[in-house]
Each structure stands twice: as C-alpha cells, then as structure tokens.
C-alpha cells in the first residue's frame, strides 16, 4: 500500500504571498490531519478533516486554512505569509480516529520557507 | 489545553547502555503513541498503547502506560547506533485531537 504523499516536497515563497500545500492520505483513510514543525514550537496540530469536514481545529490564525475532497485528498492554504509560518508541514492519515481506528501515518512533509 | 511533557529533551548515551525517556501528560487520556523521527524526515509510528498498563515492545525498545500517573515511559535497553532519533509520545484529547511532547533527541555514541 503507497503511504501518505505531499507535495510540494520543498517551497521557497517571500512574505504577503499564498501557499496551497497538498496531501494524499493512504488508500482508504478517510481521516488527514495536519501539523506545523518548529525548533521552536515543535508539533503544532492545525486541522483534522474527516468526510471532506473539518472535525478539529488548532490555535492557528484564520490565514490557515484547508479543506478535504471527496477523494479523500486534502489541501491546507497559508495567505498572506510570514516569516514566522517558515515550517516543516506534516500531513498524517488515520482510518477512523472516532472508532478507535486512529494510528496516524505520516507523510514525508513539505518544508515551506518564508523569504 | 492538554499538555505533554517529555524529558529528557536531549539523550546522549554510550552502545550498550540502558535509558528511559518520560512522558507525563495533564488530562485523562486512555490512549498514549509514541513515534521516531530520523532527522529531516517525517514521523514513524513505533506504539500505540491503549489501556492503563499496557505494555509493548519492539526489538531493543519497550513502551509502558499508566494512566493514573498519566505517564508513560519508552526504555531502551542496550543501546545501538541505529536508535539514534528524536521520540515523541502523543496523547488524544476527547476531541480526537493530538497533542505532541516537545521530543527527546537521542544520541548514541560508540
């Protein structure tokens, strides 16, 4: 079975831009969730979607934001961009947190710098 | 919000030693993970422990939970070069939300 995939792998952007990052869960999870990596701040949660709906959502500025499609394939969107969001993001997939079902599988992230 | 509290935060230990990392947590959770990441690469599942008790084990590494003392411990027992890694327990809230520890780097010199 593919694992959890994101792409961009690496994205360079300057401040005031937008960013669309992309996840593909593994084969059959309906549930994606994503988080932000920081020396600083380490793992952040920023948003699970389940269903194409967001079910959770982190302490993170409306800039953030995201959606799930009925493939299962998710995007997460930062606009306006700061230096501050320069992050390693990670997706993670689950089959169904709410029955128990709930390992998360990580994909290998997308490292987003902010010039 | 629920905290998660590792410690150490850096491990640097000789092949063949014993160590232990902590994870304390703040509110009741019945379900602690526990995951490896190599550096510059994303997160490997290692334990998923789900009752007060449980214990696990993989090759040199051994999980425990006890959900009482809402602590779990990840011992590592003779240590390899190959163990090098940053750990992390997580913990789900009621929610279904997770919440990462801060990590314990760990170094193992020859």
């Known amino acids: 079975k593919a694992g959890v995939t994101q792409t961009p792998r690496y994205l360079i952007k300057t401040r005031g831009q937008q960013v669309t990052l992309s996840c593909s869960p593994i084969?059959?999870?309906?549930?994606v969730s994503w988080y932000q990596q920081t020396p600083g701040q380490g793992l952040q949660f920023l948003f699970e979607?389940?269903?194409?709906?967001?079910?959770n959502k982190g302490n993170f500025p409306g800039r953030f934001s995201g959606r799930q499609f009925s493939n299962s394939r998710s995007e997460m969107n930062v606009s306006t961009l700061e230096l501050g969001d320069s992050a390693l993001y990670l997706c993670?997939?689950?089959?169904?947190?709410?029955?128990?079902?709930?390992?998360?599988?990580f994909g290998p992230g997308t490292r987003l710098t902010v010039l | 919000e629920l905290k998660v509290e590792q410690n150490p935060l850096f491990l640097s230990m000789q092949e063949g030693k014993n160590y232990t990392i902590y994870c304390n947590y703040s509110t009741t959770s019945d379900r602690l993970y526990w995951y490896r990441q190599d550096p510059g690469k994303s997160l490997e599942s290692l334990f998923v422990l789900l009752s007060n008790g449980a214990v696990k084990q993989e090759g040199r590494l051994m999980a425990s939970l006890d959900t009482k003392a809402r602590l779990s411990t990840l011992h590592i027992t003779a240590a390899v070069h190959d163990l090098s890694a940053t750990y992390f327990c997580?913990?789900?809230?009621?929610?279904?939300?997770?919440?990462f520890g801060t990590g314990t780097s760990l170094t193992v010199i020859p």
């Open positions: 997580a913990v789900k809230n009621t929610g279904n939300q997770f919440y």
């Open positions: 993670a997939s689950s089959l169904d947190p709410g029955q128990g079902a709930d390992t998360q599988y």
């Open positions: 084969s059959g999870h309906r549930s």
């Open positions: 979607y389940f269903s194409e709906t967001q079910r």
